[in-house]
Nanobody, 117 residues
Framework: QVELAESGGGLVQAGGSLRLSCAAS????????MGWFRQAPGTEREFVAVMSWSGDTTKYADSVKGRFTISRDKAKNTVYLQMNSLKPEDTAVYYCAAGGSWGYDYWGQGTQVTVSS
């Protein structure tokens, strides 16, 4: 059973925008904080953004503040990552994850985002 499924990645020019989607099972969506991480080739996976399970709180990595926005649609059990003013250094595989203060228990398969200069 697929608990988290990302979509929306692709190739975009620097300065452009993309919106990633993460469709979650209802069980996951209603119980866990939902986050986005990314991993570029040869680097460690890094935190991008997170939204609390209640949807009241969001947090962003300094590198994406003011450019990326995490949001959700409760009716669709889906979390989004709107990415604006993309830079070549945003190129990575982006992962959706679900968890809590103890860490992240569930991960999606990842979606590739490539930003050309």
């Amino acid at each position: 059973q697929v608990e988290l499924a990302e979509s929306g990645g692709g190739l975009v020019q620097a300065g452009g925008s993309l919106r990633l989607s993460c469709a979650a099972s209802e069980r996951i969506f209603s119980s866990y904080a939902m986050g986005w991480f990314r991993q570029a080739p040869g680097t460690e996976r890094e935190f991008v953004a997170v939204m609390s399970w209640s949807g009241d709180t969001t947090k962003y990595a300094d590198s994406v503040k003011g450019r990326f926005t995490i949001s959700r649609d409760k009716a669709k059990n889906t979390v989004y990552l709107q990415m604006n003013s993309l830079k070549p250094e945003d190129t990575a595989v982006y992962y959706c994850a679900a968890g809590g203060s103890w860490g992240y228990d569930y991960w999606g398969q990842g979606t590739q985002v490539t930003v050309s200069s």
